[in-house]
């Protein structure tokens, strides 16, 4: 079945730990995207990239970090400089930029202590 | 900045009735708009959109209705159902962009 994969569902870190959310996708989908979603808040677009090797910074880049080496995969690191780590996190792909409709993944649920 | 709004957090509808959820947005460029639907612990599934060269869009039980003067978009179910209990995400782009989202508006249809 076509779809996104990210893994793992829950994600368990220390403070000052470096950590890299996965995402794949084997939809044939151009571009991809990684959202946060907060209690009470929408989606924040985090990084989307349009084709491998490019990406593009979103609303809430910083201390975030990602690669696009290949069109399936997307990985994100939450680096030690992000100051509220712990968020659910959601990556999504669509055929095109901008989406017309963007298929998301299951979700990551990050805990930073 | 918060691009896209839902001011509701909750709606609460009977089961049978039409439920319509709110969207307004700020940035006139937006020329595109979904509503997403979302369970817990989940990632959202696309539930409809429109253009802005639109007014309306009908899919089923589901209708989504653009007022660009008053950057105002609705989502109406009629008629609700249990089975449409779930969080409802507003969302907007225009060529290029990421999606941007609004907070979300929890709809609860009750039996």
């Known amino acids: 079945d076509g779809g996104i994969t990210q893994s793992p569902k829950y994600l368990f870190r220390k403070e000052g730990q470096n950590v890299t959310l996965s995402c794949e996708q084997n939809l044939n989908h151009d571009a991809m995207y990684w959202y946060r979603q907060d209690p009470g808040q929408g989606l924040r677009l985090i990084y989307y990239?349009?084709?491998?090797?490019?990406?593009q910074k979103g609303d809430i880049a910083e201390g975030y970090s990602v690669s696009r080496e290949k069109k399936e995969s997307f990985p994100l690191t939450v680096t030690s400089a992000q100051k509220n780590p712990t968020a659910f996190y959601l990556c999504a792909s669509s055929s095109q930029v901008g989406g017309y409709e963007q298929y998301f993944g299951p979700g990551t649920r990050l805990t930073v202590t | 900045d918060q691009q896209v709004k839902q001011n509701s957090p909750s709606l609460s509808v009977q089961e049978g009735r039409i439920s319509i959820l709110n969207c307004d947005y700020t940035?006139?460029?937006?020329?595109?708009f979904l509503w997403y639907k979302k369970y817990p612990a989940e990632g959202p599934t696309f539930l409809i959109s429109i253009s802005s060269i639109k007014d309306k869009n009908e899919d089923g039980r589901f209708t989504v209705f653009l007022n660009k003067s008053a950057k105002h978009l609705s989502l109406h179910i009629v008629p609700s159902q249990p089975g449409d209990s779930a969080v409802y995400f507003c969302?907007?782009?225009?060529?290029?962009?990421?999606?941007?989202f609004g907070a979300g508006t929890r709809l609860t249809v009750k039996p």
């Open positions: 990239s349009q084709i491998v090797n490019d990406f």
């Open positions: 969302a907007a782009y225009f060529g290029g962009s990421g999606m941007r």
């Open positions: 940035n006139s460029m937006f020329d595109y």
